[in-house]
């Protein structure tokens, strides 16, 4: 009997479970519970704040106030022109923060720092919307809020002794409420000289920071400290009314030119420099360069214990516009600790120049080049030195100089110009390259008589784009040379080692740069299967 008990027992349990599913599904087909309502569908301006924020991840700007509109192909024109922007931003945050960083040089043990990448990435920030004022004065008055969600490349290392200390700045979002004012409106292309920038609310910020390769936001606690440390910080800068300044024009004339010439500098001697070691003496160097240029000053050699020292040192500057810029020296006295000592200056003006004709000038070093500071009265010494402007010559007279040589029977084998002039490399960008892992940190190597110059690097992608230029200034005319480019690519591994692959090269000819004055062309990348790389290389004859 207990057999035949537990044997129906297990039938029963078989034959029960699939009848309860299936009488348990009938129920919820055809059995409706009665406090389930049907969905309420509304417009979508008809919802209020909470419903909006249950459906959108943010509202726009356009969406919560009528007085904004909706701007949505400044955005797609943001987005093709973000990569073409990297270069002029990042320069700018060089050329205002690495003077700060010279002033650290020398203390703490500190040996230099430097910025060993630089990018602000490939995602442009989104505007929310657009709202422009009505003033009284002639200019123009937009808020533009904005988000940014981007993945810049910013590397900083620090050398403490022979020490390297990296800290790296990555997945960055910034929310800013800008205000942004275009005047004065000037009858001259873009037609308004300065644009000037400031914030209408405390700025919201986020982003992560690795130090030698860890996370140090993951420490508890220091996430919300730095944050709200760096949003001060940003505040106190540029919340209106403080504002940031950048200027687009000098007074009528655009500020982005092109060389017109080349202003040779040759430092002859200094008399008399003023006394700032204590034992009498001094140990000076000269930092020349030109009013309105970003690129870095040109160092003659230190000349140690010295009041009276002689160079003899010849310096080539590349001019844009001879009436508006000035030729700046300052004279240091090197110190082996901290900063270097500043002994005098000088400033002279471009626009009297005269082309082809050397001016030698002997000039009394000025503290600042304010004329009614007392300080300038005091002796610093004087400085000795020549001056040439070379401008570059028009196409037509490139031309005519080329067709006298030949006609002489002179072929390219046996041109020589000495008069020299500016090679002029612009690295647009290339396609279709590809190496045998991830493309990390792709960038192109420009090499030229044994001088190496690099563009960004640019993080996993087969089709970077740098549009950066690099300028060389010959003593002679490159008929017989070549210009070797290289695309590159980069990997730092899990211990912090780098590994470096070659993804392709070009040689290019500058023989036909110099008798067209200029070639723009894409060029297939040797060694590589279908990689293409484009450049503009132009030559400004002297």
Same mark, same amino acid.
């Not at 940190?441 to 190597?445: K, R, S």
């Not at 001088?451 to 960004?456: G, P």
């Given at each position: 009997m207990e057999i035949i008990r537990s044997i129906l027992g297990i039938i029963g349990f078989g034959i029960g479970i699939p009848i309860g599913i299936f009488l348990g599904f009938i129920i919820l087909i055809y059995c409706q519970s009665e406090h389930v309502k049907e969905p309420v569908i509304? %417009? =979508?301006?008809? !919802?209020d704040t909470d419903s909006l924020l249950d459906i959108l991840r943010e509202i726009p700007m356009w969406m919560k106030h009528p007085d904004y509109d909706r701007i949505d192909w400044l955005n797609n024109f943001i987005s093709h022109l973000w990569p073409f922007l990297d270069k002029p931003i990042c320069d700018s945050i060089r050329s205002t923060v690495e003077p700060m960083f010279d002033e650290y040089i020398g203390k703490f043990c500190i040996n230099s720092i430097y910025f060993e990448s630089l990018s602000i990435g490939t995602f442009p920030p989104h505007i929310h919307g657009i709202k422009m004022h009505q003033t009284n004065e002639k200019e123009v008055l937009i808020d533009v809020p904005t988000r940014w969600a981007g993945n810049p490349d910013i590397t =900083?290392?620090?050398?403490?002794?022979s020490l390297p200390i990296t800290i790296q700045l990555l997945d960055v979002q910034v929310f800013l409420a800008l205000r942004i004012c275009l005047r004065p409106l000037v %009858?001259?292309? %873009?037609c308004f000289a300065s644009t000037i920038v400031s914030l209408l609310e405390k700025p919201q910020v986020d982003f992560g920071l690795k130090l030698l390769g860890i996370d140090v936001m993951a420490i508890p606690g220091l996430y919300q400290i730095v944050q709200e440390f760096v949003s001060k910080q940003i505040a106190g800068l540029y919340l209106w009314p403080k504002n940031m300044d950048i200027q687009i024009l000098d007074g009528s004339v655009g500020a982005i030119k092109k060389p017109i010439g080349i202003l040779q500098v040759k430092i002859i001697r200094a008399i008399r420099l003023l006394k700032k070691d204590l034992l009498g003496t001094s140990d000076p160097y000269i930092k020349l360069k030109l009013s309105g240029e970003r690129l870095p000053s040109k160092k003659t050699s230190i000349k140690k214990n010295n009041l009276n020292p002689e160079w003899?040192?010849?310096?080539? =500057?590349i001019v844009k516009d001879p009436k508006s810029q000035a030729l700046e020296l300052h004279v240091f006295d090197w110190e082996k600790v901290g900063k270097h000592d500043k002994i005098g200056m000088q400033v002279v003006s471009l626009r009297d120049l005269v082309p082809y004709e050397t001016k030698q000038l002997t000039l009394d070093l000025v503290k600042n080049t304010n004329p009614y500071d007392s300080h300038n009265r005091k002796w610093r010494g004087k400085l000795v030195f020549e001056i040439t402007f070379n401008p570059f010559k028009e196409d037509g007279e490139r031309l005519e100089g080329l067709s006298c040589y030949l006609k002489k029977g002179n072929g390219p084998e046996t041109m020589s110009f000495h008069k020299g002039g500016l090679l002029i490399v612009n690295v647009e960008r290339a396609k279709d390259v590809e190496g045998r892992g991830h493309n990390n940190?792709?960038?192109? !190597?420009v090499l030229f008589r044994g001088?190496?110059?690099?563009?960004?690097?640019i993080s996993k992608t087969r089709d970077p784009i740098w549009n950066e230029e690099f300028q060389f200034v010959l003593e002679e005319t490159p008929l017989k040379e070549k210009i070797h480019i290289e695309v590159m690519s980069k990997r730092?591994?899990?211990?912090?080692?780098q590994s470096k692959e070659t993804l392709g090269h070009v040689d290019i000819k500058l023989i036909d740069v110099v008798y067209n004055g200029r070639i723009n062309e894409k060029y297939?990348?040797?060694n590589s299967r279908n990689g293409v790389i484009a450049v503009d290389v132009r030559w400004k004859a002297l």
């Open positions: 509304k %417009p =979508l301006h008809e !919802l =900083l290392v620090i050398q403490f002794f %009858p001259t292309f %873009p003899n040192e010849d310096f080539k =500057l940190n792709v960038y192109a !190597l001088e190496k110059k690099k563009t960004k690097g730092r591994s899990l211990i912090g080692f297939h990348l040797i």
